[in-house]
């Protein structure tokens, strides 16, 4: 059973700063595509930022150079930094890995 467990959102303001976690115990195999998506009411759910499993990135190109995706293997633990935060980065982010298995998601609000 795979679990996923997201922490960090919440409100900030436009131009701040948060983090987000999301922890997978268990999940020792490093051979992971770790990803975070995001959803607004009405839209679809899109790709934000992934990490593979050697290591390279990716990121959705509204928040290139002010996002950051980070994984700590000891910890079983991917992380989202987003600085320069928008008020169009609002909405529900999801961590997802290899695309088949998603968190419950975590809000953050920009206003």
């Known amino acids: 059973h795979v679990q996923l467990v997201e922490s960090g959102g919440g409100s900030v303001q436009t131009g701040g700063s948060l983090r987000l976690s999301c922890a997978y115990p268990?999940?020792?195999?490093?051979?992971?595509?770790l990803g975070w998506f995001r959803q607004t009411p009405g839209k679809e759910r899109e790709g934000v930022a992934t990490i593979a499993g050697d290591g390279s990135l990716g990121y959705a190109n509204s928040v290139k150079g002010r996002f950051a995706i980070s994984q700590d293997h000891a910890k079983n633990t991917v992380y989202l930094q987003m600085n320069s935060l928008k008020s169009e980065d609002t909405a529900l982010y999801y961590c997802v890995l290899n695309l088949s298995y998603w968190g419950q998601g975590t809000q953050v609000t920009v206003s």
């Open positions: 268990g999940m020792n195999d490093n051979r992971h595509c």
